[in-house]
């Protein structure tokens, strides 16, 4: 009898130790299964604010495409080449002439026109035209370069002071009245009595060029 007693009691603290141990075994399982599919206990972190984006830089303006009729732009260049040309003339003239009248009269032609190709060349680049830097070189300066002293000159007051300011008389003359834009037939008919002026200068030279020689 108190052998099976033995056995019984045996039997109950067994069955307590298991009944124990058994919620520990469903925590450990528990927590493996958390593990394995990801799944995190701590606090999730608040979501970061995208950083503002650095304002773009403004692109570099362009100059507006110019809108001036076909016989504008064909005024603009050949207002650029005479005047060129005036200038390169006289600067030779001041180097070559041993002439003081015509040293004087050179270095208006050059002043005077050196001025004129400024303001054509700012009116140039408000219409979206880029000015020419440099030009040809005209028929008339080769011709100057083989020439020296008294048949400089008379060829010099004659093709550059004479023939060269007519057709500069009539190019500003003719874009005054007729042209299509207002700033440019502006510009020839502010310019138009200078060069008058200097086809008057060039006539009376001439006659006094012929006559000493």
């Known amino acids: 009898m108190p052998e099976r007693i033995e056995r019984s009691c045996n039997r109950d603290r067994t069955s307590q130790r298991m009944s124990r141990r058994w919620p520990l075994h469903v925590v450990a399982i528990a927590m493996a299964c958390c593990g394995a599919a990801g799944v995190s206990l701590a606090p999730a972190a608040p979501p970061v604010a995208d950083a503002p984006l650095a304002p773009?830089?403004?692109?570099?303006?362009?100059?507006?495409?110019?809108s001036l009729s076909t016989d504008d732009l064909r005024f603009v260049d050949e207002a650029q080449m005479t005047t060129h040309l005036e200038i390169s003339a006289g600067e030779m003239a001041l180097e070559v002439s041993r002439d003081p009248k015509i040293h004087a009269f050179a270095r208006q032609m050059v002043e005077d026109h050196k001025e004129a190709?400024?303001?054509?060349?700012?009116?140039?680049?408000?219409?979206?035209?880029?000015?020419?830097?440099?030009?040809?070189?005209?028929?008339?300066?080769?011709?100057?370069?083989?020439?020296?002293?008294?048949?400089?000159?008379?060829?010099?007051?004659?093709?550059?002071?004479?023939?060269a300011h007519e057709?500069?008389?009539?190019?500003?003359?003719?874009?005054?009245?007729?042209?299509?834009?207002?700033?440019?037939?502006?510009?020839?008919?502010?310019?138009?009595?200078?060069?008058?002026?200097?086809?008057?200068?060039?006539?009376?030279?001439d006659q006094r060029v012929t006559a000493g020689r």
Do not use: C, W
């Open 56 to 66: 773009t830089p403004p692109k570099p303006a362009k100059p507006p495409a110019t």
């Open 117 to 163: 190709l400024g303001a054509l060349r700012g009116i140039a680049a408000d219409k979206g035209i880029t000015p020419q830097d440099r030009v040809p070189e005209a028929p008339e300066l080769t011709r100057l370069k083989s020439l020296k002293a008294d048949e400089f000159d008379q060829a010099y007051i004659r093709t550059i002071g004479i023939d």
């Open 167 to 205: 057709q500069a008389v009539l190019l500003f003359q003719n874009q005054s009245t007729r042209g299509k834009d207002p700033a440019l037939r502006a510009f020839a008919s502010r310019l138009l009595p200078a060069l008058r002026e200097h086809l008057k200068q060039a006539r009376a030279m």
